[in-house]
């Protein structure tokens, strides 16, 4: 049975405890870290799992999830660099850190695999985007995916496309929720109560968001199929087209990659 242990059981930490758990892995198989004594004997008390120290998930463990913030890694790092053993696969959580950053301080050959999740994690429906260091074979990549499949779902892409991905669905939930915020604001223009306008929009959108996933349907051909000839939707799509909505998104996503290019070159 392989040992995990999640190093960092914050937000994140924890949403990957509860939905390992919830897959059915025993709590005897996972380990977590945590600064805090009361948060760890919080999260023991709720999870029934084991908190230990970073040495020791370092060496009870075979595959370390690192799920600190990246400005907490090089503290982390120090105790790893000493700690790991050898064949040790590790998973770094953290926004932005490159697998090479770990390869160079952790001991020589470790697989590392590269994770950009989101925070839908938080309930189960992340997205999460996986790439291999150097030393890293399909192998730990499966590892990671059957990991990560407890809280979403899971694509495999090369680790220089994590800047884009970073700006796609990193981020992603943000563009959504700014969204639904001006939907809602445009109800209360309308004279619609906030209550009522906020609960027909984000039932619309998680509508939308399920047809968007299991309907098989392109994006295009469900949007045609609300917009009739000289109704309401086509008025509402001209009035976006007008504000070049669409070119918005393209410049926004592009300028959160670029961000995000810009901090990981702080870590090279
Ligand atoms: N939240 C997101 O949407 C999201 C999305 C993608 C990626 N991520 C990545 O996921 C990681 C975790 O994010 P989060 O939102 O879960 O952050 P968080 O809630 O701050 O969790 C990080 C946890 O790690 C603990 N920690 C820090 N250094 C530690 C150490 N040396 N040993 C043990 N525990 C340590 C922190 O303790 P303290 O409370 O003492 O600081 C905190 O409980 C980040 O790297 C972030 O980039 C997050």
Do not use: C
Request: net charge negative; aromatic share 2%; proline share 5%.
């Amino acid at each position: 049975m392989t040992t995990i242990a999640v190093l960092g059981a914050g937000k994140i930490g924890e949403a990957l405890l509860s939905g390992l758990l919830s897959a059915g892995r025993r709590p005897e198989d996972l380990l977590f870290t945590e600064r805090y004594a009361q948060r760890a004997a919080e999260l023991t008390e709720r999870y029934g799992v084991r908190a230990v120290d970073t040495a020791t998930a370092a060496t009870d463990a075979d595959v370390l999830v690192v799920a600190v913030k990246p400005q907490d890694i090089e503290v982390l790092l120090d105790t790893l660099a000493t700690a790991v053993t050898p064949g040790t696969l590790v998973v770094s959580l953290a926004a932005g850190l490159p697998t090479a950053l770990y390869e160079r301080r952790l001991p020589a050959g470790t697989p590392v695999v590269r994770v950009m999740p989101n925070t839908p994690m938080l309930v189960g429906e992340a997205m999460s985007a996986i790439s291999a260091g150097t030393h890293a074979g399909p192998e730990h990549l499966a590892v990671v995916e059957d990991l990560l499949s407890a809280v979403g779902k899971v694509v495999r892409v090369p680790e220089r496309q994590q800047d884009a991905v970073t700006a796609l669905s990193g981020s992603g939930p943000a563009y959504f929720f700014f969204l639904v915020e001006a939907m809602i604001d445009a109800g209360i223009l309308l004279g619609l109560p906030r209550d009522v306008a906020t609960q027909l929009i984000i039932q619309s959108a998680v509508g939308a968001a399920v047809m968007l996933r299991d309907s098989g349907e392109h994006p295009v051909a469900l949007r045609e199929a609300v917009t009739s000839p000289g109704g309401t939707t086509i008025a509402a799509v001209r009035e976006l087209e007008n504000h070049r909505v669409r070119a918005a998104l393209l410049s926004a996503i592009e300028a959160a990659a670029l961000r995000s290019a810009e901090l990981g070159r702080a870590h090279d």
